[in-house]
């Protein structure tokens, strides 16, 4: 299984972008998916995940109301979109799936990661 993350990029403390998770060698629909994040000089950290059918979603704390996880498994590719960015959004953002219909917060259960894609937010 291989995921590929795209969408990152610079922007400005408010705007939006929209990172984007493509799934190939493995059937789709039977991975939850997990965006993970890390800034330098700290630990990667959960930020949002995705039942395998979408009917579930698991927000940090510091992204709901912000971000919204989401999938489309006609197109293997599983999205997030990041609305009200802040400075402090601003790290790697990686994607990750495993074989499993429950979303879970543990970067340790996802057994598939993406080279992650960077994210920096301007003040």
């Known amino acids: 299984v291989q995921l590929v993350e795209s969408g990152g990029g610079l922007v400005q403390t408010g705007g939006s972008l929209r990172l984007s998770c493509a799934l190939s060698g493995g059937t789709f629909d039977d991975y939850t998916v997990g965006w993970f994040r890390q800034a330098p000089g700290k630990e990667r950290e959960f930020v949002a995940a995705?039942?395998?059918?979408?009917?579930?979603?698991d927000y940090a704390d510091s992204v709901k109301g912000r971000f919204t996880i989401s999938r489309d498994n006609a197109k293997n590719t599983v999205y997030l979109q990041m609305n009200s960015l802040k400075p402090e959004d601003t790290a790697v953002y990686y994607c990750a799936a495993r074989r499993s219909v429950r979303p879970c917060h543990s970067d340790t259960a996802y057994d598939y990661w993406g080279q992650g894609t960077q994210v920096t937010v301007s003040s």
């Open positions: 995705i039942s395998w059918s979408g009917a579930r979603t």
